[in-house]
Protein backbone atom coordinates (compact mmCIF):
# COMPACT_ATOMS: atom_id res chain seq x y z
CA UNK A 1 0.00 0.00 0.00
CA UNK A 2 1.68 3.26 -1.22
CA UNK A 3 2.07 5.80 1.88
CA UNK A 4 -0.40 8.47 2.31
CA UNK A 5 1.41 11.62 3.11
CA UNK A 6 1.97 15.35 1.65
CA UNK A 7 -0.09 17.63 -0.52
CA UNK A 8 -2.85 16.85 -2.75
CA UNK A 9 -4.72 18.76 -4.82
CA UNK A 10 -8.76 18.37 -4.74
CA UNK A 11 -8.70 18.34 -8.91
CA UNK A 12 -11.85 20.79 -10.76
CA UNK A 13 -13.58 18.89 -13.12
CA UNK A 14 -13.33 20.36 -16.59
CA UNK A 15 -16.23 21.34 -18.79
CA UNK A 16 -16.83 22.42 -22.31
CA UNK A 17 -20.26 22.98 -22.77
CA UNK A 18 -21.86 21.50 -19.67
CA UNK A 19 -19.83 17.93 -20.65
CA UNK A 20 -16.78 16.00 -19.38
CA UNK A 21 -13.39 17.53 -21.18
CA UNK A 22 -11.16 14.90 -20.65
CA UNK A 23 -8.25 16.45 -23.48
CA UNK A 24 -8.11 19.59 -20.39
CA UNK A 25 -8.05 17.50 -17.74
CA UNK A 26 -5.01 15.71 -19.32
CA UNK A 27 -3.41 19.38 -19.78
CA UNK A 28 -4.12 20.07 -16.19
CA UNK A 29 -2.36 16.51 -14.87
CA UNK A 30 0.04 16.45 -16.89
CA UNK A 31 1.08 20.19 -15.66
CA UNK A 32 0.82 18.89 -11.76
CA UNK A 33 2.59 16.10 -13.21
CA UNK A 34 5.83 18.35 -12.59
CA UNK A 35 5.23 19.54 -9.20
CA UNK A 36 6.27 17.55 -6.19
CA UNK A 37 2.47 16.81 -5.33
CA UNK A 38 2.02 13.64 -3.56
CA UNK A 39 -1.39 13.12 -5.73
CA UNK A 40 -4.64 13.96 -6.73
CA UNK A 41 -8.10 13.55 -5.69
CA UNK A 42 -11.02 13.39 -8.06
CA UNK A 43 -14.17 13.93 -6.99
CA UNK A 44 -13.96 16.07 -4.01
CA UNK A 45 -15.69 19.25 -3.28
CA UNK A 46 -13.43 21.03 -5.73
CA UNK A 47 -14.70 18.69 -8.53
CA UNK A 48 -18.44 19.55 -8.33
CA UNK A 49 -19.12 16.07 -7.74
CA UNK A 50 -22.54 16.37 -6.69
CA UNK A 51 -22.90 17.34 -9.80
CA UNK A 52 -21.50 14.16 -11.86
CA UNK A 53 -22.91 11.31 -12.17
CA UNK A 54 -21.72 7.44 -11.48
CA UNK A 55 -20.15 7.09 -15.41
CA UNK A 56 -19.01 10.36 -15.19
CA UNK A 57 -17.11 10.29 -12.21
CA UNK A 58 -15.74 6.67 -12.95
CA UNK A 59 -14.85 8.28 -16.01
CA UNK A 60 -13.40 10.88 -14.51
CA UNK A 61 -11.07 8.50 -11.57
CA UNK A 62 -9.58 6.25 -14.91
CA UNK A 63 -8.87 9.28 -16.92
CA UNK A 64 -6.91 11.01 -13.44
CA UNK A 65 -5.29 7.54 -13.15
CA UNK A 66 -4.12 7.56 -17.21
CA UNK A 67 -2.68 10.62 -17.18
CA UNK A 68 -0.81 10.59 -13.49
CA UNK A 69 2.71 9.80 -13.38
CA UNK A 70 3.27 6.49 -11.22
CA UNK A 71 4.69 7.71 -8.60
CA UNK A 72 1.11 9.69 -8.03
CA UNK A 73 -1.03 8.60 -5.49
CA UNK A 74 -5.14 8.47 -6.99
CA UNK A 75 -7.97 9.27 -4.30
CA UNK A 76 -11.52 9.04 -5.83
CA UNK A 77 -14.39 10.95 -3.50
CA UNK A 78 -16.90 7.64 -3.25
CA UNK A 79 -19.42 8.76 -0.34
CA UNK A 80 -22.79 9.06 -0.55
CA UNK A 81 -25.52 9.20 1.91
CA UNK A 82 -26.20 5.28 0.46
CA UNK A 83 -23.93 2.61 1.60
CA UNK A 84 -24.69 0.76 -1.26
CA UNK A 85 -24.28 3.05 -3.62
CA UNK A 86 -20.73 4.21 -1.42
CA UNK A 87 -19.52 0.95 -1.29
CA UNK A 88 -20.39 0.66 -5.46
CA UNK A 89 -18.22 3.53 -6.11
CA UNK A 90 -15.56 2.96 -4.05
CA UNK A 91 -15.06 -0.83 -5.80
CA UNK A 92 -15.83 0.42 -9.43
CA UNK A 93 -13.05 3.32 -8.54
CA UNK A 94 -10.60 0.76 -6.97
CA UNK A 95 -10.67 -1.10 -10.50
CA UNK A 96 -10.36 1.69 -12.35
CA UNK A 97 -6.82 2.86 -10.06
CA UNK A 98 -8.05 4.63 -7.34
CA UNK A 99 -5.45 3.81 -4.14
CA UNK A 100 -7.89 5.37 -1.34
CA UNK A 101 -11.79 6.53 -0.99
CA UNK A 102 -12.85 9.26 0.58
CA UNK A 103 -15.78 8.88 2.10
CA UNK A 104 -17.79 11.74 3.07
CA UNK A 105 -20.05 11.98 6.02
CA UNK A 106 -23.51 11.35 5.76
CA UNK A 107 -25.62 13.99 6.59
CA UNK A 108 -29.21 13.73 4.96
CA UNK A 109 -30.92 12.93 7.97
CA UNK A 110 -29.08 15.07 10.21
CA UNK A 111 -30.47 14.95 13.87
CA UNK A 112 -29.90 10.99 13.27
CA UNK A 113 -26.45 11.22 12.51
CA UNK A 114 -24.07 10.65 16.05
CA UNK A 115 -21.77 8.24 17.41
CA UNK A 116 -23.24 5.03 16.32
CA UNK A 117 -24.73 6.18 12.90
CA UNK A 118 -21.32 7.25 11.98
CA UNK A 119 -19.71 4.11 13.90
CA UNK A 120 -21.80 1.78 11.61
CA UNK A 121 -21.79 4.07 7.87
CA UNK A 122 -18.14 3.77 8.08
CA UNK A 123 -17.39 0.71 9.59
CA UNK A 124 -19.86 -1.19 6.83
CA UNK A 125 -18.36 0.71 4.02
CA UNK A 126 -15.10 -0.39 4.69
CA UNK A 127 -15.47 -3.95 5.23
CA UNK A 128 -16.42 -4.15 2.10
CA UNK A 129 -13.95 -2.07 0.41
CA UNK A 130 -11.28 -3.16 -1.43
CA UNK A 131 -9.24 -0.08 -0.97
CA UNK A 132 -8.48 1.58 2.20
CA UNK A 133 -10.81 4.46 3.17
CA UNK A 134 -10.56 8.27 4.81
CA UNK A 135 -12.82 9.53 6.46
CA UNK A 136 -14.42 13.79 5.26
CA UNK A 137 -15.17 15.90 8.09
CA UNK A 138 -16.89 19.04 6.08
CA UNK A 139 -18.75 21.03 8.42
CA UNK A 140 -19.37 23.83 5.92
CA UNK A 141 -20.89 21.59 3.43
CA UNK A 142 -22.88 18.78 5.53
CA UNK A 143 -23.76 20.90 8.54
CA UNK A 144 -22.41 17.84 10.69
CA UNK A 145 -19.04 17.60 12.12
CA UNK A 146 -17.94 14.00 13.43
CA UNK A 147 -16.80 13.65 16.96
CA UNK A 148 -13.70 12.80 18.13
CA UNK A 149 -14.06 9.89 20.21
CA UNK A 150 -15.88 8.44 16.72
CA UNK A 151 -13.33 9.10 14.90
CA UNK A 152 -11.28 7.45 17.28
CA UNK A 153 -13.27 4.26 17.41
CA UNK A 154 -13.33 3.81 13.41
CA UNK A 155 -9.47 4.21 13.77
CA UNK A 156 -9.49 0.75 15.09
CA UNK A 157 -10.93 -0.74 11.72
CA UNK A 158 -8.01 -2.06 9.94
CA UNK A 159 -9.36 -0.31 6.54
CA UNK A 160 -10.07 3.03 7.85
CA UNK A 161 -6.44 4.60 8.03
CA UNK A 162 -7.42 8.38 8.02
CA UNK A 163 -9.66 11.64 7.93
CA UNK A 164 -9.62 14.45 5.97
CA UNK A 165 -10.96 17.33 8.25
CA UNK A 166 -11.70 20.51 6.12
CA UNK A 167 -12.73 22.46 9.76
CA UNK A 168 -11.19 25.08 10.70
CA UNK A 169 -11.36 23.83 14.68
CA UNK A 170 -7.37 23.64 15.66
CA UNK A 171 -8.13 21.80 18.36
CA UNK A 172 -9.63 19.57 16.76
CA UNK A 173 -7.14 18.40 14.55
CA UNK A 174 -5.11 17.98 17.72
CA UNK A 175 -7.44 15.58 19.35
CA UNK A 176 -7.59 13.57 16.11
CA UNK A 177 -4.27 13.10 16.15
CA UNK A 178 -3.42 12.75 19.82
CA UNK A 179 -6.72 10.19 20.00
CA UNK A 180 -5.90 7.72 17.35
CA UNK A 181 -3.16 5.33 16.36
CA UNK A 182 0.07 6.30 15.08
CA UNK A 183 -0.61 4.91 11.49
CA UNK A 184 -4.15 6.23 11.67
CA UNK A 185 -3.44 9.65 8.98
CA UNK A 186 -4.68 13.32 10.00
CA UNK A 187 -5.38 15.80 6.64
CA UNK A 188 -5.34 19.06 6.81
CA UNK A 189 -9.08 19.75 4.20
CA UNK A 190 -8.17 23.32 4.06
CA UNK A 191 -4.59 25.70 3.11
CA UNK A 192 -5.46 28.22 5.76
CA UNK A 193 -5.04 25.17 8.21
CA UNK A 194 -1.91 23.91 6.94
CA UNK A 195 0.68 25.52 9.69
CA UNK A 196 -1.45 24.61 12.26
CA UNK A 197 -1.76 21.13 11.17
CA UNK A 198 1.41 19.74 10.13
CA UNK A 199 2.82 21.33 13.49
CA UNK A 200 0.24 19.35 15.50
CA UNK A 201 1.11 15.60 13.94
CA UNK A 202 -0.84 15.75 10.35
CA UNK A 203 0.59 13.96 8.13
CA UNK A 204 -0.64 16.33 4.81
CA UNK A 205 -2.98 18.01 3.00
CA UNK A 206 -5.90 18.03 0.57
CA UNK A 207 -6.16 21.89 -0.40
CA UNK A 208 -8.02 23.41 -2.84
CA UNK A 209 -4.91 25.70 -2.98
CA UNK A 210 -2.79 23.38 -4.12
CA UNK A 211 -4.63 23.50 -7.35
CA UNK A 212 -2.88 26.53 -7.96
CA UNK A 213 -0.21 27.09 -6.03
CA UNK A 214 1.12 23.26 -5.46
CA UNK A 215 4.73 24.66 -5.37
CA UNK A 216 4.01 27.15 -2.52
CA UNK A 217 1.50 24.51 -0.44
CA UNK A 218 4.48 21.70 -0.83
CA UNK A 219 7.26 24.24 0.38
CA UNK A 220 5.09 25.01 3.28
CA UNK A 221 4.65 21.35 4.71
CA UNK A 222 8.49 20.77 4.08
CA UNK A 223 9.77 24.05 5.63
CA UNK A 224 7.90 22.72 9.14
CA UNK A 225 9.38 19.69 8.98
CA UNK A 226 12.50 21.29 8.50
CA UNK A 227 11.68 23.36 11.51
CA UNK A 228 12.48 26.45 9.37
CA UNK A 229 8.89 27.77 11.44
CA UNK A 230 9.02 31.52 10.57
CA UNK A 231 9.50 30.75 6.65
CA UNK A 232 6.61 28.03 6.96
CA UNK A 233 4.41 30.94 8.86
CA UNK A 234 5.28 33.35 6.57
CA UNK A 235 4.31 31.35 3.40
CA UNK A 236 1.50 30.53 5.19
CA UNK A 237 -0.09 33.72 5.48
CA UNK A 238 1.27 34.76 2.06
CA UNK A 239 -1.17 32.28 0.98
CA UNK A 240 -4.22 32.78 2.84
CA UNK A 241 -5.99 35.77 0.84
CA UNK A 242 -5.22 33.07 -2.29
CA UNK A 243 -6.97 30.65 -0.26
CA UNK A 244 -10.02 32.35 1.16
CA UNK A 245 -10.60 33.98 -2.33
CA UNK A 246 -10.54 30.24 -3.89
CA UNK A 247 -12.74 29.19 -1.56
CA UNK A 248 -14.98 31.07 0.96
CA UNK A 249 -15.15 33.90 -0.83
CA UNK A 250 -15.47 32.67 -4.75
CA UNK A 251 -15.78 28.91 -4.25
CA UNK A 252 -15.24 26.67 -7.11
CA UNK A 253 -15.73 29.28 -9.73
CA UNK A 254 -13.24 31.85 -8.53
CA UNK A 255 -10.84 28.91 -8.02
CA UNK A 256 -11.34 28.06 -11.62
CA UNK A 257 -10.84 31.21 -13.00
CA UNK A 258 -7.30 31.34 -11.28
CA UNK A 259 -6.37 28.26 -12.95
CA UNK A 260 -7.42 30.05 -16.01
CA UNK A 261 -5.01 33.21 -15.02
CA UNK A 262 -2.23 30.90 -14.42
CA UNK A 263 -1.87 28.19 -17.18
CA UNK A 264 -3.65 25.93 -16.21
CA UNK A 265 -7.90 25.38 -17.64
CA UNK A 266 -10.40 26.06 -15.12
CA UNK A 267 -12.90 27.04 -17.71
CA UNK A 268 -17.01 27.02 -16.74
CA UNK A 269 -18.81 25.30 -13.68
CA UNK A 270 -21.78 23.27 -14.04
CA UNK A 271 -25.46 24.68 -13.25
CA UNK A 272 -26.32 25.65 -11.04
CA UNK A 273 -23.12 27.03 -10.48
CA UNK A 274 -22.13 30.41 -11.81
CA UNK A 275 -18.97 31.49 -13.34
CA UNK A 276 -17.30 35.20 -11.73
CA UNK A 277 -18.35 38.41 -13.10
CA UNK A 278 -15.86 40.70 -14.47
CA UNK A 279 -15.52 42.77 -11.34
CA UNK A 280 -14.68 39.77 -9.29
CA UNK A 281 -12.04 38.44 -11.69
CA UNK A 282 -10.45 41.77 -11.27
CA UNK A 283 -10.19 41.21 -7.72
CA UNK A 284 -9.45 37.44 -7.58
CA UNK A 285 -6.56 39.03 -10.20
CA UNK A 286 -5.36 41.44 -8.15
CA UNK A 287 -5.16 38.72 -5.21
CA UNK A 288 -2.84 36.54 -7.13
CA UNK A 289 -0.69 39.07 -8.30
CA UNK A 290 -0.02 40.55 -4.87
CA UNK A 291 0.42 36.82 -3.45
CA UNK A 292 3.18 37.33 -6.51
CA UNK A 293 1.40 33.97 -8.02
CA UNK A 294 0.47 36.07 -11.12
Known sequence: MKK?????????????????????????ILKW??????????????????????EEKLTLVEAT???????????AGTGTDSIKE????????????????????????????????????????????????????????????????????LSKHQNIIGIKNSSENGRQNIEFVANTHKD???IVGTASMLFNGITCGAVGGILALANIAPNQCVQIQKLIEEKKYDDALNLQQKMIPVN?????????????????YLGYYGGEVRAPLSSLNENDKTQLKKILIDAELL
Open 4 to 28: LYGIFPPITTPFVNGELAIDKLQEN
Open 33 to 54: NNTQLSGYVVMGSNGEAVFLTR
Open 65 to 75: KKFSSNEKIII
Open 86 to 153: TIFLTNESASRGADFALILTPSFYKSEMKHQSYVKYFSMVADKSKIPILIYNVPKFTGVDIEVETVAE
Open 184 to 186: FSA
Open 244 to 260: KAVTAKYGVAGLKAAMD
